[in-house]
């Protein structure tokens, strides 16, 4: 069997995982074409061709991928570009999605799937700020409760555009940029002269949350929770990884409610009360699931196995896992 992922996060190691887990599976992926070839597929491709030019053209991409698939006899595309396009598209093997095309567009868009869920327990109250006078007016009247305020746009991946917003030096935003921090005052000031230049992008902004961060990695079978790792991250930099955790009925609850299928991943975060507020869902594996699956946890394998028919979902194996995983950095020589 062939299967086709089209761009995404850590990509190359899980298609080595599936691999691993069944030599007779082919696993391709597609990146952008300043991406960097890391071992792990069957193969690697440009995604939309030899520069990415049908990349930019909707239609020429759609049918670039028709033609791809063909060329390679593709059995099963897991997209996570163009997914609404492709869901509809009239392709010639198995499409992929972990969720229906309106809950991906829902799980995209923070502050409206945030109000989807502000009846449950684990919801983190979310603003809307169209620009600098409503992020004003919202710190004029944010409580002095200990929780500062952080923002992020509306829409967006893998952390880009998050900042907390504080009092510190006017310099740390530029000096420790994956600190996250940035001046009030600064922080409103470029949004005010982005608006002077044309319309922003929204933000969303809420609580910022203490933690520990625990990231769920899930994998589910048509809105039924089948096993799932929680990695929590630990002040050490290492991370604690463990296959029960007492939210277990709340992501029973989640993937339920929004019919999740296939590996996806959600975020939680303990607030200043103590309680667990979930930060996002992403439709899609998390780059961290590898390490669940290194001491055992086999989420990438069995993922495998349910995509090629090889598993069941009455026949996923739910090893217990409890260990604590630390990281270290290595030089790898990758080809142009």
Request: aromatic share 8%; net charge negative.
């Given at each position: 069997m062939?299967?086709?992922?089209?761009?995404?996060f850590s990509?190359?190691?899980i298609?080595?995982?599936?691999r691993?887990a069944?030599?007779?599976l082919?696993?391709?992926v597609s990146?952008s074409?300043?991406?960097?070839r890391?071992?792990?597929?069957?193969?690697?491709?440009?995604?939309?061709?030899a520069?990415?030019?049908?990349?930019?053209?909707?239609?020429?991409?759609?049918a670039?991928?028709r033609?791809?698939i063909?060329?390679h006899?593709?059995d099963?595309?897991?997209?996570t570009?163009?997914?609404a396009?492709?869901?509809?598209?009239d392709?010639?093997c198995?499409?992929?999605?972990?969720?229906?095309?309106?809950?991906?567009?829902?799980?995209d868009d923070?502050?409206?799937?945030?109000?989807?869920?502000?009846?449950?327990?684990?919801?983190l109250?979310?603003h809307?700020?169209?620009?600098a006078?409503d992020?004003?007016a919202?710190?004029?009247?944010?409580?002095?409760?200990?929780a500062?305020?952080?923002v992020?746009p509306?829409?967006?991946?893998?952390?880009?555009g998050f900042?907390r917003?504080d009092?510190?030096?006017?310099?740390?935003?530029?000096?420790?940029?994956?600190?996250?921090?940035i001046?009030?005052?600064?922080?409103?000031?470029?949004?005010?002269?982005q608006?002077?230049?044309?319309?922003i992008d929204e933000?969303v902004?809420?609580?910022?949350?203490p933690?520990p961060?625990?990231?769920?990695?899930i994998l589910?079978?048509?809105?039924?929770?089948?096993?799932y790792?929680?990695?929590t991250?630990?002040?050490?930099?290492?991370?604690?990884?463990?296959?029960?955790?007492?939210l277990e009925?709340?992501?029973?609850a989640?993937?339920r409610?929004?019919?999740l299928?296939?590996?996806?991943?959600?975020?939680?975060?303990?607030?200043i009360?103590?309680?667990?507020?979930?930060?996002e869902?992403?439709?899609?594996?998390?780059g961290?699931?590898?390490?669940?699956?290194?001491?055992?946890?086999?989420?990438v394998a069995?993922?495998?196995?349910?995509?090629?028919?090889?598993?069941?979902a009455?026949?996923?194996d739910?090893s217990?896992i409890?260990?604590?995983v630390a990281f270290?950095?290595v030089?790898?020589?990758l080809?142009?």
């Open positions: 062939r299967i086709w992922f089209n761009r995404g990509l190359a190691p298609a080595g995982l599936m691993a069944d030599p007779a082919d696993v391709f990146v074409p300043k991406s960097a890391y071992p792990g597929p069957t193969a690697t491709w440009v995604d939309g061709g520069e990415g030019e049908a990349g930019h053209d909707p239609e020429a991409y759609l670039w991928v033609a791809t063909a060329a006899a593709i099963l595309f897991v997209p570009r163009h997914r396009m492709l869901a509809a598209a392709l010639p198995r499409v992929h999605l972990p969720a229906s095309p309106a809950v991906l567009q829902l799980l923070k502050y409206t799937f945030a109000e989807v869920v502000a009846d449950e327990d684990y919801h109250p979310t809307l700020v169209r620009g006078a992020l004003e919202l710190i004029a009247q944010w409580p002095d409760d200990g500062g305020i952080c992020k509306r829409n967006g991946v893998n952390g880009l900042w917003l009092d510190v030096s006017p310099m740390l935003h530029l000096q420790q940029p994956d600190w996250r921090k001046q009030t005052a600064q922080y409103l000031a470029a949004l005010r002269e608006e002077a230049r044309g319309p933000i902004a809420m609580a910022f949350l933690g961060e625990i990231s769920f990695d589910a079978d048509h809105g039924r929770l089948l096993k790792a929680a990695r991250k630990l002040a050490n930099g290492h991370q604690h990884i463990a296959s029960a955790h007492p009925p709340a992501l029973t989640i993937v409610r929004f019919e299928h296939g590996l996806v991943n959600a975020q939680f975060r303990r607030a009360d103590g309680s667990w507020k979930l930060l869902i992403n439709a899609r594996p998390a961290g699931v590898i390490y669940a699956d290194q001491v055992g946890c086999r989420l069995d993922w495998a196995g349910l995509l090629t028919g090889r598993l069941t009455d026949t996923i739910r217990a409890d260990t604590e270290a950095t030089v790898q020589d080809a142009a």
